[in-house]
């Protein structure tokens, strides 16, 4: 159920990108930052071998690090499941560096296309979901109708998102649940093409205009979400 003309998902739109996911493999893991699996950090699961096609997703018991985190195309939301960390980020190419205390149910960005340093202080759980930049691509393309350059994930850190934070932890419970049962990815690629229209900031628009269809769409997407909880 949605407010609004326009629909979430058009059933076009989504069986065409279905019918074109043959195109692409499982999540290329060695396309993210591998943090969950450094030796220093406890590896609780991730969605490996489960046939995701659209993303790939971690949880971690993290130890205190520092490093700088090369340059990768996906775009990478961080959730903190259990535990406070004094988190400070500087992005290549930007100004100064921002801080913040990462608590409990509040997420922060990994940019995409560019290198970041960071400084992570705590124990916390972290878990990481990479969003593959193809389907970002088509989303934008084929739902949205407007190019990637309209588009920003900006990078937040320590935010709350009341829409976003039941997939993130959906995605967590089909982990285990397509660990039981093989299905594919195809829940778990569901849950992911919906994330895009609800955490993208769609302050830009291309020749063809679409700029206001687009927010109605990103509304309606948060509005689903609310109406199914």
């Given at each position: 159920m949605t407010n609004g003309a326009e629909p979430v998902f058009q059933e076009p739109v989504m069986n065409d990108l279905k019918a074109r996911e043959s195109d692409w493999p499982e999540f290329p893991v060695h396309e993210t930052h591998g943090i969950a699996q450094w030796p220093a950090h406890r590896l609780i699961t991730d969605s490996r071998g489960l046939g995701w096609h659209d993303a790939?997703?971690?949880l971690a018991t993290e130890a205190p690090w520092r490093t700088t985190l090369r340059a990768v195309p996906h775009y990478c939301l961080a959730y903190c499941?259990?535990?406070?960390?004094?988190?400070?980020?500087?992005?290549?190419?930007?100004?100064?560096?921002?801080?913040?205390?990462?608590?409990?149910?509040?997420?922060?960005?990994?940019?995409?296309?560019?290198?970041?340093?960071?400084?992570?202080s705590g124990r916390p759980d972290i878990q990481l979901v990479y969003l593959r930049r193809e389907m970002i691509d088509r989303l934008?393309?084929?739902?949205l109708g407007i190019s990637t350059d309209g588009l920003a994930l900006l990078p937040k850190l320590g935010f709350a998102d009341g829409i976003l934070e039941p997939l993130?932890?959906?995605?967590?419970?089909?982990?285990?649940?397509?660990?039981?049962?093989?299905?594919?990815?195809?829940?778990a690629d569901h849950l992911i093409r919906m994330m895009p229209c609800i955490c993208f900031d769609i302050t830009r628009v291309d020749r063809s205009g679409k700029l206001a269809a687009a927010q109605r769409c990103r509304q309606n997407a948060r509005n689903s979400i609310t109406c199914g909880t």
């Open positions: 790939y997703t971690s499941h259990n535990r406070t960390a004094q988190v400070t980020r500087t992005i290549d190419g930007e100004r100064g560096h921002e801080s913040t205390l990462l608590r409990p149910r509040q997420l922060g960005v990994v940019p995409a296309d560019v290198a970041s340093s960071w400084t992570l934008a393309d084929d739902m993130v932890l959906a995605l967590l419970d089909t982990i285990r649940s397509d660990t039981i049962t093989p299905a594919d990815g195809i829940y």
